[in-house]
């Protein structure tokens, strides 16, 4: 069975407005930690990633929070655009360490804009 | 754009045919995965292959095999095609590394090649 999800599966957010995508794991053995968003029609697109050595990492408008105590894993997008609008998926690869094995997804959010 | 392509973009086959996928990796990057995204559905993850040998497999069942070549590009085979096959079919390429330190381990995705069995 999958070992990650996420606790809400749509989202609707105001332009300008900052967006927070949640997901929960169940592997504590897992040490890296992937966002990718999913445009309709298109492959994953890696946005931002985390290894468990750290519980925060920011990028281009994006941060990643990891809380290993928890099980727990957001990413923050602020000003939310429209072109943000996607499916978001977080995925947790257990290996990272010896080498790239696979990566577990949850279904995903769609994550939705208004203007 | 990741530099991951796949081929075809689309492909229709009837039930108990036989279907090839075809990746081409991101320059530098040594390992290729392949996952299964049925519609409204996470990615699962079918296989992986690194130095051209499968290096861990998902819960697919012998009739999906594949390949890796030389220059790290890489086929998917399904025989024996069932309706449930329908779906996005994945290619990932990433950098493996054998250093103990931290490594590349991002999975860059292509396009993908949506199957449809009829």
């Known amino acids: 069975g999958e070992s990650v999800g996420l606790h809400l599966p749509t989202l609707s957010v105001q332009e300008g407005d900052n967006s927070i995508i949640n997901c929960a794991y169940s592997?504590?053995?897992?040490?890296?930690f992937i966002w990718y968003k999913q445009e309709s029609g298109k492959g994953p697109q890696f946005i931002i990633d985390?290894?468990?050595?750290?519980d925060k990492r920011q990028g281009q408008r994006v941060t990643v929070l990891l809380n290993k105590t928890v099980k727990h894993l957001s990413l923050q997008i602020a000003a939310t655009q429209p072109g943000d609008s996607a499916v978001y998926f977080c995925?947790?690869?257990?290996?990272?360490?010896?080498?790239?094995?696979?990566?577990?997804f949850g279904k995903g959010t769609k994550l939705s804009v208004i203007p | 754009e990741t530099g991951v392509t796949q081929s075809p973009t689309h492909l229709i086959k009837t039930r108990g045919q036989q279907v090839t996928l075809r990746c081409s990796s991101q320059?530098?990057?040594?390992?290729v995965s392949w996952y299964q995204q049925a519609l409204g559905q996470g990615p699962q993850f079918i296989f992986q292959?690194?130095?051209?040998?499968?290096?861990g497999r998902g819960n697919f069942p012998p009739r999906f095999s594949g390949l890796q070549f030389p220059n790290y590009s890489s086929e998917l085979n399904v025989n024996a095609l069932e309706l449930d096959d329908s779906a996005l079919y994945l290619c990932?390429?990433?950098?493996?590394?054998?250093?103990?330190?931290?490594?590349?381990?991002?999975?860059?995705f292509g396009p993908g090649t949506r199957l449809t069995v009829l």
């Open positions: 320059s530098g990057h040594n390992t």
């Open positions: 985390i290894r468990s050595n750290m």
């Open positions: 292959y690194y130095r051209e040998e499968e290096n």
């Open positions: 990932a390429s990433s950098a493996r590394r054998r250093s103990s330190g931290e490594s590349t381990d991002t999975q860059y």
């Open positions: 592997n504590s053995a897992s040490d890296y």
């Open positions: 995925a947790e690869n257990p290996y990272s360490g010896a080498g790239s094995y696979q990566l577990t």
